[in-house]
């Protein structure tokens, strides 16, 4: 059983900074990717940030040079690092992982429970 737990989060005033982590647990999973993803109320979740096992990042438009992601490969947890947030930044941010279930040699994506982080302006 994977299981990935947030921490961080909260409300703030734009322009602030604020700081996310993601620790995911489990025994045979092999971890690839690792990601941000934010759903503000009314919308489709979408992609913020990712982050591959070797580094390589990929951010949204809208958070590109305010955001960044992160990795402890040793710790399986992956940070996002918030600067300049906005109003529209407000969202539940959700934490993922995909890789390798070894057991079933299969490719799969779990998800954390999601934290608040609400950007007033």
């Known amino acids: 059983q994977v299981q990935l737990v947030e921490s961080g989060g909260g409300s703030v005033q734009a322009g602030d900074s604020l700081g996310l982590s993601c620790a995911a647990s489990?025994?045979?999973?092999?971890?690839?990717?690792m990601g941000w993803y934010r759903q503000a109320p009314g919308k489709q979740r979408e992609l913020v940030a990712t982050?591959?096992?070797?580094?390589?990042?990929n951010y949204a438009d809208s958070v590109k040079g305010r955001f960044t992601i992160s990795r402890d490969n040793a710790k399986n947890t992956v940070y996002l690092q918030m600067g300049s947030l906005k109003p529209e930044d407000t969202a539940v941010y959700y934490c993922?992982?995909?890789?390798?279930?070894?057991?079933?040699?299969?490719?799969?994506?779990?998800w954390g429970q999601g934290t608040q982080v609400t950007v007033s302006s």
């Open positions: 993922s992982a995909a890789g390798l279930v070894e057991s079933v040699i299969d490719y799969r994506t779990y």
């Open positions: 489990g025994s045979g999973f092999r971890i690839n990717t």
């Open positions: 982050i591959t096992r070797g580094s390589s990042t």
